[in-house]
C-alpha cells in the first residue's frame, strides 16, 4: 500500500470512529434530555403535592383527602427516584463507552507513535539530500525520476499527517478524561439524591401508615361522610339528566322531530349543534384542565375505599385537589346549560357541547348564568373550600347524551 493510501485509511478511520462516538453521545443526551424534563415536571408535582398537604394539615382533623395526597406524593417520589436511578444508568453507559474510547484512543497513539518513530528513524537513515537526488537520477526514464520525487513529497506529507493525527489524539484522550472525571462526580451526585429520595420516601410510607391507622379508628364518622358524599352524587346524577332531557326537549323542537323515552341527543341536534359535537369530539385526549392547576384525588369508575376495607367507591367523573380561591374554567366553547344547587355549599354548572355535557361541581359560587355562551378556559366559578378539612376539590364529569365518560380519556396528559 503507498503512502498516499495509507494514510487516508488512517484518516478515514479515525473519523468513521469519532462519527460513531458523536452518534452514540448524540443518542444518549437525547434521552438524558428527556429524563431531565420528566424529573423535572415530577419534582414540580411534589412540591405541588407537599403545598396541598400543607394546607390540610392545617385542619385539626385528619382527613381522608390527607391519605389520598399523601398516597400521591409517594407515587410521584417512586417515579422520580425511577427516574434518578434511569439517569445513573445512562450515566454508566457513557462512562464504560468514555473508558472503551480512551483505551481504543491510547492503543492508536502508541501504534501512531510507533509507526512514527520507524518513519523518522528510515528518515535520520536516509538524510543525506545527495542519496536521494542520486536515488531519483538513478532512474531508468523520466516518468520513473517523477513517481520517486512524487514519493517523497507524499512521506514528508505523510509525517506531517502522522504528527497531526497523534496531536489531535493526544487531545481527544485529555478531552474524554475531562469528561470521565465529570460524569463519574455526576454519578455520584445522582446516587446521592437516590438515596436522599428513598429516605424522603420511607418517613411518607410511614407517615401514611400512622395516619391511616388513627383514621381506621374513626370508621363510623368516615361512613357518614361516604353516605353525604354518595347521597350528593345520586342528587347531582339525577339533575344532569334532568337537563339532558331538557335539551334533547328543546333540540327537538328546533328539529320538528317527536321525542320519547330512547330519543338521544345525538339524534335531534341541529346543523349547529352537530358542528359543535364533532368539534368537542375531534378534541379527545386534548381538553384543557378544568382548573389551572390541580391533582386527581378521585379516579373515575369504582374503586376501593382508601380507608375504609372492603368498601368500593364509585366516582363519575374525577375529583380534583387544588389551591383555595381556584376558578373552574370551561374546557371547551359551549353554552351553560344548567346550574344546579346540591348543597347549600355544592353548586354545579353544566355546559353543554352539542352531544356532549361538561360538568363542574363543588363550586362556592358561579359568575354564568343559564344560557351563557362560554369560552374555552373561561372561568365560571369559585371552587368550595371545606373549613373543616381545608380541602379545594373540583368535581367534573363528562357526559356523551345519556353515557358518562371517563374524563381521564379527555384531558390532555400532564
Known sequence: ??????AALIAIIFLTATCLLFFSFAQNQSAKDKLLDKKKKIESEIEYYKSLLNETK?????????IVLLKNQIEKRELLIEDINGEIALLNVEIDANYKEIKRSNEQLNSMRTEYAGMIYHAYKNRNTYNRMMYIFASEDFNQAYRRLKYYQQYNEYLQRQVALINSTKKIIIQKNTELEKQKNSK????????LEKQKLDKERAQKDTDLKKLKKKESDLRKKLKQKEKEAATLKKK???????????????????????????NVLTPEEKLVSDNFSSNKGKLPWPVERGAVTGSFGEHPHPVLDGILVKNNGVDISTASGTQARVVFNGTVSSIVTITNTNIAVIVRHGEFFTVYANLASVSVSKGSKVSTKQGIGTIYTSVEERKTELHFEIWQGRLICNPAEWLTSK
Open 1 to 6: 500500500m503507498s503512502v498516499a493510501k495509507r
Open 58 to 66: 392545617k385542619s385539626k382533623e385528619l382527613s381522608v383527602n390527607q
Open 188 to 195: 455520584k451526585e445522582l446516587l446521592s439524591a437516590s438515596e
Open 240 to 266: 344532569i339528566e334532568a337537563a339532558i332531557a331538557e335539551e334533547i326537549k328543546k333540540s327537538a323542537s328546533k328539529s320538528n322531530k317527536t321525542v320519547n323515552e330512547n330519543t338521544t341527543v345525538k
